[in-house]
């Protein structure tokens, strides 16, 4: 079965924080993707970045960072300096096969405030 | 410009009713899927499509309906059996490693 576990509901920081974000997932499969996707409150999901299941380096981009760790099945989100043009709900999603079909899952979400 | 476009942006129903939401995409992606999302909950997955002509039921499939006769096109629709329609409804078609989203449809029950 393929599963995402965002655990945290909501986090409230104060501006220039940083923040970690988690994601735990489960699958069977050997290939996959991952992925982190944004959601401001117009409603549209803003891609941020996508991890194959091979490939386990962390990726900064900016104040974005991403660590991939397989052997604890994570894939967390860290935001460094936070502003509040940060806050808004964040998905991870696992890209998997199941009974032959690829599917796209998502999880909870973590809602983030930032304050000024 | 290439995309996904759903249709409409807010829609109203009555009780009893059908409905149909549009989704069309141009990015010749085989793989669609549609998701329910309720306020501040995650993303439900309905229905998914990997090819024309089939498509596999997501985890909250009851009420819903699906059919997928053309590539870009991947239309659903609520029917009067789903018990509590209303909620925020987002369209993705993806390849492998990328999945692009609609802008959503809001469903309102009057």
């Known amino acids: 079965a393929q599963k995402v576990t965002q655990a945290q509901t909501e986090i409230s920081v104060v501006e220039k924080e940083d923040v970690t974000l988690d994601c735990v997932y489960e699958?069977?499969?050997?290939?996959?993707?991952l992925f982190w996707y944004k959601q401001p409150p117009s409603g549209e999901l803003v891609f941020l970045i996508r991890?194959?299941?091979?490939?386990?380096q962390n990726e900064i981009s900016g104040r974005y960072s991403w660590n991939f760790q397989k052997s604890t099945s994570s894939f967390n989100f860290t935001i460094t300096a936070s502003q509040v043009v940060d806050s808004a709900v964040y998905f991870c999603?696992?890209?998997?096969?199941?009974?032959?079909?690829?599917?796209?899952?998502f999880g909870a979400g973590t809602r983030l405030a930032v304050h000024p | 410009d290439g995309g996904i476009t759903q249709s409409p942006k807010y829609l109203f129903r009555k009780e009893g009713q059908n409905v149909t939401l549009s989704c069309e995409q141009n990015?010749?992606?085989?793989?669609m899927y549609w998701y329910r999302q309720d306020p501040g909950q995650g993303l439900r997955l309905i229905y998914y499509s990997q090819i024309v002509n089939d498509f596999q039921k997501g985890d909250i499939a009851e009420g819903y309906s699906v059919s997928r006769e053309k590539k870009e096109s991947f239309p659903l629709t609520v029917t009067s059996a789903q018990k509590n329609p209303t909620a925020f409804y987002l369209c993705?078609?993806?390849?492998?490693?990328?999945?692009?989203f609609g802008q959503g449809t809001r469903l309102t029950v009057v």
């Open positions: 990015l010749n992606h085989d793989a």
């Open positions: 699958t069977r499969d050997t290939t996959y993707y």
């Open positions: 993705a078609s993806s390849t492998t490693d990328r999945a692009f």
């Open positions: 991890r194959n299941s091979f490939d386990e």
């Open positions: 999603a696992l890209s998997a096969k199941s009974g032959g079909y690829n599917k796209l899952i």
